[in-house]
């Protein structure tokens, strides 16, 4: 279930150019973070329902991708002028947290449903 809310008062403030006071633009940083918070809660959801698609315990971590992920984060920032010394070491925390929070949801985890050796799988999961 998505946590992602639309059209909430303060989520859309005005441009930083267009800011006439300091209100205007601690109304836009709040607006900002507020969404950032957001989006942090819809990526727990992705990574609670990767969860569902990995074959053990063991795959969580997945360290060639958090790898792979650190640099295209990197590479994402460099593109919008910002710097990696700041954006690396932050994705690698947010990576860290959520990690945790999948290898704690494990056990309550709805394993999707797999086609067997045998080709055949019934609805619940189980091989038939």
């Known amino acids: 279930m998505s946590r992602l809310t639309h059209d909430e008062p303060g ?5 930083p150019d267009d800011a006439r006071s300091l ?16 989006l942090l809660a819809l990526r727990l959801d992705y990574v609670q329902r990767a969860a569902d ?31 990696s010394d700041f954006i690396a070491p932050l994705f690698a925390q947010v990576s860290e947290w959520f990690i ?20 055949t799988t019934s609805a619940s999961g189980v091989d038939n």
Request: proline letters at 8%; zero cysteines; glycine letters at 6%.
């Open 100 to 119: 945790r929070q999948q290898v704690a949801h494990w056990p309550d985890r709805n394993p999707v449903t797999r086609e067997s050796k045998s080709g």
């Open 23 to 38: 209100d205007d633009i601690r109304e836009g940083i709040d607006g900002i973070d507020r969404r950032m918070i957001e």
């Open 53 to 83: 698609f990995k074959p053990d315990l063991a795959s969580v971590p997945a360290p060639e991708r958090v790898r792979a992920m650190l640099d295209d984060r990197a590479e994402w920032a460099a593109s919008l002028g910002l710097s």
């Open 11 to 15: 989520l859309h403030p005005v441009l």
